[in-house]
């Protein structure tokens, strides 16, 4: 028999790829975390994940444990629900970023729907920056996006790397402005691609504006252009820009759920949802896994 609360801070673990993030998002100390980890390892008899001071790293084991892990927490869920006659009710009101669009949410939104058939979602797909104005507006129960680094709001979904990606056999002039394939305002990425062109001082024209990544990705996969994008969600057919092209570092990003600040009937709903989601997060980058984060928050410093 696994702990549940083990599993769950396992979980939390590979998501974030950092005893200090899991340690937040849990509300748990970083000793505990390590503990749970441990005594989960030692009851598997497997190590799990392989870390030092430079990054933590799922292991071969600890890949096949994500999916048992969430498996028997969302039958134990189930059950729980199941015998506390707890029913969710009400209209929820989801958005999620254009980023995930080509990903595996409509899975965890599926188990969502069957778990809680009596929950009225609707979903609004956006550009992460329209979703948090729509957010504080009033308008949205819940969202999942990216935050801009300086906005402290929302639980942690995953960390993840922003870089430069395009087609295979585009080659950028290096006499030229790079042409860039970007979301309108007030799209994040956007703003960080042109940010670090500008510390550059390297001079960039637009080459396509759209507000559909898969437009974006049509344009990416015709050459046009560049486009800043997670690095673990990187869309088939595209590849990253090798460093030999000069582009400038593009820094890191975070996808987080942010709740609505008023209370509503749907708040039992949204945080079921929020649970799912941060079961099921990892799932979200596919084949492409979690990435290493920095050392210092890789050994919980």
Same mark, same amino acid.
């Given at each position: 028999?696994?702990?549940?609360?083990?599993?769950?801070?396992?979980?939390?673990?590979?998501? /974030?790829?950092?005893? /200090?993030?899991?340690?937040?998002?849990?509300?748990?100390?970083?000793?505990?975390? %390590?503990?749970?980890?441990?005594?989960?390892?030692?009851?598997?008899?497997?190590?799990?994940?392989?870390?030092? /001071?430079?990054?933590?790293?799922?292991?071969?084991?600890?890949?096949?444990?994500?999916?048992?892990?969430?498996?028997?927490?969302?039958?134990?869920?189930?059950?729980?629900?199941?015998?506390? $006659? !707890?029913?969710?009710?009400?209209?929820?009101?989801?958005?999620?970023?254009?980023?995930?669009?080509? /990903?595996?949410?409509?899975?965890?939104?599926?188990?969502?729907?069957?778990?809680?058939?009596?929950?009225?979602?609707?979903?609004?797909?956006?550009?992460? &920056?329209?979703?948090?104005?729509?957010?504080?507006?009033?308008?949205?129960?819940?969202?999942?996006?990216?935050?801009?680094?300086?906005?402290?709001?929302?639980?942690?979904?995953?960390?993840?790397?922003?870089?430069?990606?395009?087609?295979?056999?585009?080659?950028?002039?290096?006499?030229?402005?790079?042409?860039?394939?970007?979301?309108?305002?007030?799209?994040?990425?956007?703003?960080?691609?042109?940010?670090?062109?500008?510390?550059? $001082?390297?001079?960039?024209?637009?080459?396509? !504006?759209?507000? %559909?990544?898969?437009?974006?990705?049509?344009?990416?996969?015709?050459?046009?252009?560049?486009?800043?994008?997670?690095?673990?969600?990187?869309?088939?057919?595209?590849?990253?820009?090798?460093?030999?092209?000069?582009?400038?570092?593009?820094?890191?990003?975070?996808?987080?759920?942010?709740? &609505?600040?008023?209370? !509503?009937?749907?708040?039992?709903?949204?945080?079921?949802?929020? %649970?799912?989601?941060?079961? $099921?997060?990892?799932?979200?980058?596919?084949?492409?896994?979690?990435?290493?984060?920095?050392?210092?928050?890789?050994?919980?410093?």
């Amino acid at each position: 028999m696994y702990d549940p609360s083990q599993l769950r801070t396992f979980l939390a673990v590979a998501q /974030t790829l950092s005893f /200090t993030q899991a340690a937040r998002r849990l509300g748990l100390r970083q000793s505990t975390v %390590s503990q749970h980890v441990r005594r989960l390892e030692d009851a598997v008899g497997r190590q799990l994940f392989s870390r030092d /001071t430079h990054s933590v790293e799922l292991t071969e084991d600890g890949e096949a444990m994500l999916g048992f892990a969430r498996r028997i927490l969302a039958v134990h869920e189930q059950a729980t629900a199941f015998f506390t $006659g !707890t029913r969710l009710r009400g209209r929820l009101r989801f958005g999620a970023s254009e980023d995930f669009v080509l /990903t595996r949410l409509p899975e965890i939104l599926e188990g969502f729907r069957y778990d809680h058939p009596e929950v009225d979602l609707e979903l609004t797909v956006e550009l992460s &920056g329209t979703l948090h104005e729509q957010l504080t507006a009033g308008r949205l129960d819940l969202v999942l996006a990216k935050r801009r680094p300086e906005d402290p709001r929302g639980e942690l979904v995953w960390h993840d790397r922003l870089v430069w990606i395009g087609a295979e056999r585009l080659r950028l002039d290096p006499d030229r402005p790079v042409p860039l394939i970007v979301y309108p305002p007030p799209g994040i990425t956007r703003a960080l691609a042109f940010e670090a062109l500008e510390r550059q $001082g390297r001079a960039w024209r637009i080459a396509c !504006t759209s507000g %559909s990544l898969n437009a974006l990705v049509a344009a990416a996969r015709a050459g046009l252009g560049v486009m800043a994008h997670s690095r673990g969600l990187i869309p088939p057919g595209l590849v990253r820009v090798p460093d030999r092209a000069g582009l400038p570092e593009l820094g890191e990003v975070d996808f987080v759920l942010v709740h &609505g600040q008023r209370r !509503t009937s749907a708040q039992g709903a949204a945080d079921a949802l929020a %649970s799912a989601i941060l079961g $099921g997060g990892d799932r979200l980058l596919g084949s492409g896994g979690p990435r290493a984060r920095p050392a210092d928050q890789a050994a919980g410093k």
